[in-house]
């Protein structure tokens, strides 16, 4: 029986997303460990990623609404006077 020899993959990852992906994972009774290792043979059995970056409809609805958004003005509401003039300018 030949030895298997492995390597150590590393990468940063958002703290808050790491931790709902382990939250998700515990969840299915896996460890990332073995979540990586399901992914990159999926990757070589498949030739690409094992599934199709794109992006949700409701990321494309974000990044609408940013695209939109980005020149409308901001008002600063550093005082409670400030806050309560803003806030009854509608009435």
Do not use: C, H
Request: glycine residues 4%; aromatic residues 6%; hydrophobic residues 35%.
């Amino acid at each position: 029986m030949t030895q298997s020899t492995k390597k150590r993959i590393q990468v940063q990852v958002d703290r808050v997303l790491a931790d709902e992906g382990d939250a998700v994972l515990t969840e299915l009774g896996l460890t990332p460990t073995a979540a990586i290792t399901m992914f990159y043979k999926r990757l070589v059995a498949e030739g690409g990623l094992p599934f199709s970056p794109k992006l949700t409809q409701r990321e494309k609805d974000e990044l609408a609404i940013q695209k939109i958004t980005t020149t409308w003005p901001v008002t600063e509401l550093k005082t409670p006077e400030l806050i309560k003039k803003w806030a009854e300018k509608d009435d």
